[in-house]
C-alpha cells in the first residue's frame, strides 16, 4: 500500500470532507487544500468544504483567492462537528497556529512543518525534510490518474513560489520537481498577475511603521507594525527588513485584535529561526517554524488587562518582546 493508497481508503464511503487550512492562511495551505479537494471530489467525496479561521490580509494572497475564485468558508460559519472526515493541510494540532478546538479529532493530516505533538489521526503524512505542503501534495497528483485543472495548477505555482523558490530560502528538490510538474499545466499569466496585485494603504503604512520602529543589534533586527487589523503586513515587513544591508535575521511583531503576533526571518546559517522563537516565547505563546521561516502568536493577556492602559500597551509588548528574542540571540545593548 503506498501513502496514496493509504488516503484513498481513509476517505472511502466518506460523505463530507472538512478541509481546515490554518489561521490566515497562505497560498501553500490554500493551494494544498484545493488539490486535495481535487483528489476526494474525484475519490467520489460528495461534500466538501475549505474551511479557515482569521483574515487574508495579504494583497497577494487576497488577488490569489480573488482571481482564482475560490469559495472558502470561514471557521465561524460551520460546524466541523458535521462532517464525516476532518483534515489538516500544513498544520498538524488543534489549536496550534489554528482555531480548532483542541479536543477536535483530525482524521487526516498533511504537513511539512516540525510539531512534537501531531495530532492523532487516522492518516498522517508529514515530511519535515519538504519545503512545502503543496509538493507533497503535487507528488500524490502526480501519482493518481486524477488530472490537475488549470485551477489548481495555478494555485499549487503561485504557492510553491511564494513558499520557498522566491526566497532561495532553503528549498528542496521536491519544490523544483513539483513546480516543473504544475508549470505546464497552470494559467502562468494569471500566476503573474497575482504578484502584480496593490498594496492597500493600511498595508504600506503599517510596513512603514516596522521600518520606523526596527532595532539592529549584530546582524539582527525586530521592529514593530503596531496595533493592526493588516496582519498580513507582519511577515511582508519580515520580508522587506530582511533585505536591509547587514541584517541577516528578522522578527517583526504586531498586535492583532487579542494576541501579539509574530513573524521571523533568517538567511544566517548559524541561526535555526524556529527553534530560537521557540526558546524565547514557547512558556508563554504558540510559536514554532523551520530554520529560516518561524512565526506564533501570544495572547495579550499576558501583558495585562488593555482598559485604559492602551496607550502604554505597545511600549510595554515592545519591551518585552525585544528583550525576549535578543537574550535569545545572546545580544544585548552594548553589541547594537
Not at 222 to 242: K, M
Request: proline share 4%; net charge negative.
Amino acid at each position: 500500500m503506498t501513502r496514496l493508497d493509504d488516503l484513498a481508503t481513509c476517505l472511502s464511503d466518506t460523505r463530507s470532507l472538512g478541509i481546515v487550512c490554518h489561521d490566515n492562511p497562505d497560498p501553500d495551505s490554500i493551494a494544498s487544500a484545493l488539490a486535495l479537494e481535487l483528489l476526494a471530489s474525484a475519490w467520489d467525496v460528495p461534500e466538501i468544504e475549505i474551511v479557515y479561521a482569521g483574515s487574508i490580509t495579504h494583497q497577494q494572497n487576497r488577488a490569489f483567492v480573488n482571481l482564482l475564485d475560490l469559495d472558502l468558508q470561514h471557521l465561524e460559519d460551520v460546524d466541523l462537528d458535521e462532517f464525516d472526515r476532518i483534515a489538516f493541510v500544513d498544520h498538524s494540532t488543534p489549536g496550534v497556529n489554528n482555531s480548532v478546538p483542541t479536543e477536535a479529532t483530525v482524521d487526516i493530516v498533511i504537513d511539512h512543518h516540525d510539531n512534537a505533538e501531531p495530532a492523532d489521526a487516522q492518516y498522517a503524512d508529514i515530511r519535515e525534510q519538504c519545503g512545502a505542503t503543496a509538493s507533497i501534495l503535487v507528488g500524490y497528483l502526480e501519482g493518481s490518474d486524477v488530472p490537475i485543472s488549470e485551477s489548481v495548477a495555478s494555485a499549487l505555482l503561485f504557492a510553491l513560489h511564494r513558499e520557498r523558490l522566491d526566497y532561495v530560502r532553503h528549498p528542496t528538490i521536491d519544490e523544483y520537481k513539483a513546480a516543473l510538474t504544475v508549470f505546464q499545466r497552470a494559467d502562468v499569466p494569471l500566476v503573474e498577475e497575482m504578484y502584480g496585485s496593490s498594496f492597500t494603504p493600511a498595508m504600506l503604512d503599517a510596513i512603514g511603521t516596522a521600518i520606523k520602529s526596527r532595532d539592529v543589534r549584530g546582524s539582527s533586527l525586530v521592529a514593530t507594525i503596531g496595533r493592526t487589523n493588516e496582519s498580513g503586513a507582519i511577515p511582508q515587513a519580515a520580508d522587506y527588513l530582511l533585505n536591509l544591508e547587514g541584517v541577516k535575521t528578522v522578527l517583526v511583531f504586531g498586535l492583532v485584535e487579542d494576541s501579539v503576533r509574530l513573524s521571523a526571518r533568517s538567511i544566517d546559517t548559524r541561526v535555526d529561526i524556529g527553534n530560537a522563537l521557540t526558546e524565547a516565547f514557547e512558556d508563554v505563546g504558540e510559536v514554532g517554524g523551520h530554520s529560516d521561516m518561524a512565526g506564533g502568536q501570544i495572547s495579550l493577556g499576558l501583558f495585562g488587562d488593555r482598559g485604559e492602559d492602551e496607550p502604554k500597551l505597545l511600549p510595554l509588548v515592545s519591551r518585552r518582546i525585544t528583550s525576549r528574542f535578543f537574550d535569545t540571540m545572546h545580544l544585548n545593548e552594548a553589541e547594537g
